[in-house]
């Protein structure tokens, strides 16, 4: 105005990715000297730890999607970007979207996440979806919903069989909650739905590559876990690697499981954008970030998040859960933001274990902290408290309350929907 | 079991439709001596009248679909199937399904509803699509959703005018509904969400071939709409007929209005199932159903809701709402259970009207009754409980009613994904 050409001393920060580590480094620079670009594929934030539950047609997409733009509306420094990241130009200071835009940063942050990892098979993903986005869950509860409905349709009993046979692979905590909640599906909300088959007789297998189920949880826990998954009708099978996925059948400990959907929760790995800068990866692509979550090599690049393998303070890399890169991009929002406004260095970041839990299905669950072991229905109602309390927003808050409870009380879930519904036919095609 | 080869004596009903009508002559037979198999492309019952609240983004799909098969789960003698009607072989009294298997039937109801009609411009259907099913509205959805997106990317004036312009073909109770739950979305919802672009300044165009709105109220409640759709910033045009929409306009009145998405309100035709019977038809595909909804020349072969045109007492067919498709199937379930249990004759269908209502905005709306109209907050409210109490189900009933009340306070809206997201560019390219 007063007719400077000097060049604009605030800083430039993009941050790419909305998910907890992204949205929580933008909140920390909601009210700093910088001028903030959070860009993401979609335009909303996702509640990973309940997509299960879309999955399994307990709660619909927007019950655990809040929009980004809401999320950080009050921020009048930080402009939302819905974009797709093709490039990052780190000797250049930008980054170029999809559509060819050109975005400079002072200060990068990459918070891109993962997705998943089939290890070299990924043919195998055509037959046995991830579940990462809110596209993967729609999909699975279709292909979940229409097995039923096909199995239905047939009166070969071979293929009702098998339209009956659902594999989950992977025995962390997303394996365990999906094949608990397809076996309550089954035997609860669908049971007297149909006039040819049983669903309550639906055969729901939990297959583990390693010794025990839920790896990262104490022994008695996981042993615990494989009870109450038993005692559901989960047919749980431990030290037992998958070695072939085709449309018919799951092969696994020698044996092929005819079945029309697996799920894949086994393993992820990085989204690509660690390659794309050109930083030093792990095997699974995530970026090796300094304990400052800067990147080595770039003085004004940082990673945190599932992207990045930053190690604790014992040398150990963290896990990569919600609360980690939650917490990280707390700790980056407030350095930063520090950073920019006196220059100060950071300390390095200290991860604050909040302790670990997952669910089994009603009235079972396990819970892992410092100072307690909890299972049961103490363990279920702390779960089931502890993630209303992290839904973004009063109304999710609210919206999953009233779902929960009325599923609670009547077994009823609220979001059958076959979506992109075709001819279900007797099977004989998958969806 | 006795080594009887008698024919069961059982009729078997096959009814096509899990709309309003076809639901209801379900449930009249649900307790009857007949088999009935309840056919229907899709796995739910829609709430088709608040179908425009998924479209503009205030709930969600699984809000307003219940699923058929627990609607109807306590009746035994009831099957549900989910299939595409292929074929219907009169003469055989049967029908095929997409997967070529038959279904026969001593007797047939088809209510298989309506879809859009372009009147013969058939090319207009990819720019403004209809809103008949949840898949249009999740479409619609996104495209408009992502149209402020794209405004928000582009630094051309007129591509942002081009994109925050929108435009709704047909000032029915339908295009009334949507001009006004798009206004109230920009000026409202999005106000404050974006940095580039003042969504309040967005622009809707309600457009209306006929001399005035909602042709089927009194002159006063449709003055009443237009002075109310013009204080919420819709543009109304009567007298306004559409003659042509492209990609990038709609021309209309001799005026191109330069858009990014038309959405068509203007009129219907008949599901193609009355043309595949053979019945005699009207020039929207409508079957000519006696008054007692049986099909000329076919004894055993009813058609009632929006496929069916029935004359009402007075010999004026009776219009294609939601009351009417409810009361026929209501009364056609009685009367095909009576028929079936005592061989008796059914008395025609007496249409009573319920009355008319329309919503336009908050505390905005009008309702047509044989003893009182009503405008502004009355009618508005009268509307949403009606609505409320008409939603199957009482967890529909609890999730609206939570939802509605949430955004009568805050004015958020709780659904705003953009689904099957890419990348949103400058708005070079449609979605």
């Known amino acids: 105005m007063a007719g400077s050409t000097q060049h604009d001393p605030r800083k430039r920060v993009v941050i790419i990715g909305a998910g907890f580590a992204g949205i929580e480094v933008a909140r920390g620079l909601g009210q700093s000297q910088a001028d903030v670009t959070l860009i993401d594929r979609e335009n909303y934030h996702l509640f990973q730890p309940l997509l299960y539950q879309v999955a399994t047609a ?81 999909d699975i509860r279709s292909r979940l919903l229409l097995s039923f409905e096909r199995a239905d349709r047939t009166s070969d009993p071979a293929k ?104 894949w929760a ?39 998040g599932d992207i990045a393998q930053v190690k604790a303070q014992d040398g150990k890399p963290l896990p990569g859960l919600a609360q980690v890169a939650k917490q990280q991009g707390q700790y980056l929002g407030k350095a930063l933001a520090r950073r920019i406004a006196t220059g100060t260095p950071s300390p390095v970041f200290k991860f604050h274990d909040r302790g670990n839990v997952a669910v089994i299905g009603r009235h079972a669950a396990v819970a892992d902290f410092s100072w307690a072991r909890l299972t049961g229905t103490p363990a279920w109602l702390l779960w089931a408290l502890v993630h209303i309390y992290l839904l973004a927003g009063l109304q999710h808050r609210l919206l999953v309350s009233v779902q929960w409870l009325w599923r609670y009380i009547t077994y009823d879930s609220g979001a059958r929907l076959i979506v992109h519904p075709m001819d279900p036919g007797d099977g004989d095609e998958r969806c």
Not at 191 to 206: C, E, G, M, Q, Y
Not at 239 to 257: D, H, L, Q, R, Y
Request: some cysteine; aromatic content about 6%; hydrophobic content about 45%.
């Open 58 to 138: 307990a709660l619909s997409p927007a019950d655990i999607a809040e929009p980004v733009r809401r999320m950080l509306r009050r921020y009048a420094n930080i402009t939302v970007v819905m974009g797709e990241v093709t490039k990052i130009s780190g000797a250049e200071n930008h980054i170029t979207l999809a559509d060819g835009t050109l975005v400079p940063y002072d200060i990068l942050v990459i918070a891109s996440g993962a997705t998943h990892a089939y290890f070299g098979h990924d043919a195998w993903e055509k037959f046995a979806p991830g579940l990462k986005t809110i596209d993967d869950a729609r």
């Open 266 to 304: 086994a393993g992820v790995k990085a989204s690509p954008l660690g390659k794309m800068l050109g930083a030093a990866t792990d095997k699974s692509g995530r970026i090796e970030a300094n304990r400052d979550l800067s990147v080595p090599g770039y003085e004004n690049v940082y990673a945190l």
């Open 160 to 263: 009702k069989k098998r339209l009956m046979t659902f594999v989950v692979v992977g025995g962390g905590p997303s394996g365990v909650e999906l094949a608990g909640a397809i076996a309550e599906l089954a035997r609860h909300t669908l049971a007297k739905d149909f006039r040819h088959i049983d669903p309550t007789s639906a055969t729901v297998v939990l297959l583990e590559a390693g010794p025990g189920l839920l790896s990262a949880f104490p022994k008695e826990l996981a042993r615990y876990t494989k009870r109450k998954l038993t005692q559901l009708g989960v047919t749980v099978r431990e030290n037992c690697a998958v070695s072939n996925i085709t449309e018919k059948f799951v092969e696994a400990g020698g044996e092929k499981i005819p079945t029309a959907l697996a799920i």
